[in-house]
Nanobody, 121 residues
Framework: QVQLVESGGGLVQAGGSLRLSCAAS????????MGWYRQAPGKQRELVAS???????NYADSVKGRFTISRDNAKNTVYLQMNSLKPEDTAGYYC???????????????WGQGTQVTVTS
């Protein structure tokens, strides 16, 4: 039973910045990888960025150099700093967390409700 709550979305002009936050709460053993996905109208959901518990990061090519993912393990929170936003970044952004169980070969995935990011030209 893990809950992910996103915040920080909104309406911004092209070139602006937003910072998304996702806080995990509830009963959990350990959070492995956390990440951000997005889904725009008419498009498939895509991985934007991910970060492991050890701090290794991965980014979609479309956001490299503009977005930065980070996490605060003590707070079970992941962030996505989005700079130089473009209209094509407009999408619903969803937080994801891979949570370990007591079984070393098993983990569970959890999704947040999503937060809307709209970038105007």
């Amino acid at each position: 039973q893990v809950q992910l709550v996103e915040s920080g979305g909104g309406l911004v002009q092209a070139g602006g910045s937003l910072r998304l936050s996702c806080a995990a709460s509830g009963s959990m053993f350990r959070i492995n990888t956390m990440g951000w996905y997005r889904q725009a109208p008419g498009k498939q959901r895509e991985l934007v960025a991910s970060i492991t518990s050890g701090g290794n990061t991965n980014y979609a090519d479309s956001v490299k150099g503009r977005f930065t993912i980070s996490r605060d393990n003590a707070k079970n929170t992941v962030y996505l700093q989005m700079n130089s936003l473009k209209p094509e970044d407009t999408a619903g952004y969803y937080c994801y967390a891979d949570v370990a169980t007591d079984l070393p070969w098993k983990s569970r995935g959890y999704w947040g409700q999503g937060t809307q990011v709209t970038v105007t030209s």
